[in-house]
């Protein structure tokens, strides 16, 4: 139990300080993962872009922009969500537009006045403003760009002796329950507590269920290995080192199967529900060129920008049929709910909790 | 001369009618755009206020200070009207817990666990804030906690605005349907008015009847006065024409005696110069009688028009009896006095004593203004719904003369200076015709002579 608090004790501070929460005057300008510009060198007008998804994943879009507007250029940064919300934030950084999957950190710059209303001529002329659904976006602040549900991945070799692939979390904690010398280990999910998307996907499941709450405790008792992204998980499932990994952005599942190995792992939509992530987009107040930020948005929401996002970048596009036509799909509500879980005293709470629960005796 | 004109009683009446209306269409949008924000205020500020205990409630204190778990259904909730930004601050004591520590603290600490409300402007917005406090027992000692909730009120204001846009587009049809039922009211309102105009202006310029025609209280003073002023007149005029045709009597009763008298003296005297005077003497007398009887038609033609008691009058015998009674002037002359056809009943509805007077004038005229040895003739006849009696002569005419200025009182014709006469005769003849609702011409006959036309309506078949 000491143990236990003082694990938590070095976690949350690592966290706030990761969110910029307790420090925040002090903060150094933020960190970039990776970055790349796209259009010829002497482009007149540079698009900058701040995204956490992947170059290789959204540069297909990119280049259809760039096809259709040769004379621009687009400067596109990778960071993590949370470098991303304190950049814009607390530093300012000169971004046109803000891609995000951390609807919740999205959500909370447009709500504190960060984010810049769009026309309604320019998202409509762009041919998506009318057939956008209503949850697809907040205002004319954020607008969802694609929608990826979190899925189960299951290895091959998880399921071996002819055991049924677990369909809900009810299974799946039987199935955790009933094998875990074969799972002890073996299991990877996001940590909630530096991952903004893993904390985003555990307090939605726990809103949603409380057998959250079972799993993460039977997780926790079979040495539940946590990441920060899921392009770890996937890898390590590929290598065999881990047989399960819950609560995985659908779309890295997929392009992970695509590249079509022999350790391809089994991509599951459990269907009690499974929660589906809203990518979203804004052109903050600080953009220097807020123009090019809705111009590029624009073609984002348009047919031809959803067709590229779905078929070249592998994201699954805005579909207002999904919902309805797939009862199991849960999308995480894009409205200022999701302000109370990033409350930092919300967040310790329920942070303790889930410390709890993995900290098995 | 015509009354100098004051403004359209129903100009000023739709005018007004329609200045009250604008007048109301506008309170009516003034007093629902401002109901509509007070009542769209009070509902989202209990919602707030409720959101609010509700979140100072589930805070519980723990070892070591408060525990906050903040519900997103409660944001959403609080959101979901026209996507409303929100914003929240929870204070212990003088420190801020949680939430936006710049978020305006109220004025003054509101009374457990009943909210505060107030606006504020707040970053690039204005926000409605919940202030709740309560106290909290944290380490053995009491805190006062304070949660402050603020939302922005953009659905609000839209609704307000949709509000107050249905009111504006109802007022505007209010005016709209004010401006026709105005209209109707200013006519039905001045109906009476209108009627009571027509009943005086239908009137004959003889008609000296009391107006009794329905009217409403406010017009009661105008038509007692008309009818005083018209009974007046009535009684002016009856005075006057009583007065002439008592005249004419008195005067005419001397005047049978002096040419009594002035006979007698023609018969016993033997002296030729003396005995002409006495004929000339006796030809005035005859004059003035004839004209104080024709002042005493006069009087006796505009009384009767006046009473109006018409009846039905067989005309044939009518005409056969003035015919017989001119006999004996007419053939002083040696003329021939003839009724075409000699006897027909021709029934007429008129008042007998008025026709006998036209009559009379008529054929005493053609006698009068007549040679010698020519013939007068008397016609009768239906036609189109009306009586035509035509009197023909063979005398001098009326050498071009208008038949306004013949039948104007005491006017005669250029050529008749050397036949005495009233000018009365005329009028009399036109006179009684206008007063039966029949006419009267007078034109030149052919070859030569005058053709004088009266007709009257015919009896109802």
Known sequence: MRHAVAALARRLSAAAVVLGLALPTIAPAFEIEAEQRFGPAGAGARIEVLSTTDIAIFAPVIEGFLRRNPALGVHYVVASSQEIYQAIA????????????????????????????????????????????????????????????????????????????????????????????????????????????????????ARMSDSFWRLAEVMGRLDLKLYCCSGDMIADIRAGRLLLAYNVLGSYALAGRDAGAEGAPAVIELEDFTLTLLRTALVPQSAPDPTAGVQLLGFLLSPEGQRLIGEAAGLPPIDAEAFAAHPHLRPIRLDPGLLAHLDRMTRARFLGEWQAAMDQP | MTARRAPSLRRRLVVQLLALAAVLAVLLFAAVRFSAERASEATLDAILGAATIAMAEEIRSAEGGAVIDLSPGTFSMLAAMGDERIFYRVNLGAATLTGYDDLPLPEAVPAALAPMFYSTPYRDTQVRIAAVSRSLRIDNRPATLLVLVGQTRAGQSAIAQGLANRAAAVGLVVFLLA??????????????????AAAVGRRGPHDLRPVRAATPAELVPLVVALNSFIARLRGTLAQTETFIAEAAHHIRTPLAVMRTEAEMALHHSGDEATRARLRRLIRAVDDSARSAGQLLDHATVLYRADQQTPAEVELGALALALIERFRPTAEMKDMRLTLVPAAVALWVHGDAVLIEAALRNLIDNAIKYSPAETEVTLTLAAQAGQAVIRCRDHGRGVAGARLEALTSRFQRGPNVGDVAGSGLGLTIVSEAMAAMGGDFALDAAEGEGTCATLSLPLRAA
Not at chain 1, 132 to 151: C, G, M
Not at chain 1, 163 to 183: G, K, T
């Open chain 1, 90 to 205: 607390t530093e300012g950084a000169a971004f046109d537009l803000v891609i995000s999957s951390a609807m919740d950190l999205q959500m909370k710059l447009a709500n504190d006045g960060l984010a810049r209303a769009l026309p309604p001529d320019q998202i409509a002329g762009a041919g998506a403003g009318a057939s956008l659904p209503d949850w697809a976006h907040w205002r004319d602040l954020v607008f969802a760009v694609a929608q990826e549900p979190v899925v189960l991945l299951l290895s091959p070799q998880a399921l071996a002796g002819g055991l049924a692939a677990p369909r809900s979390r009810r299974d799946l904690i039987a199935l955790l329950r009933d094998h875990p010398e074969r799972f002890r280990g073996r299991i990877g999910s996001y940590d909630p507590v530096i991952s903004g998307a893993g904390y985003l996907f555990a307090v939605q499941d």
């Open chain 2, 179 to 196: 401006v026709p039922l105005s209209l109707l009211a200013a006519d039905n309102l001045l109906r009476p008015i209108a009627r009571l």
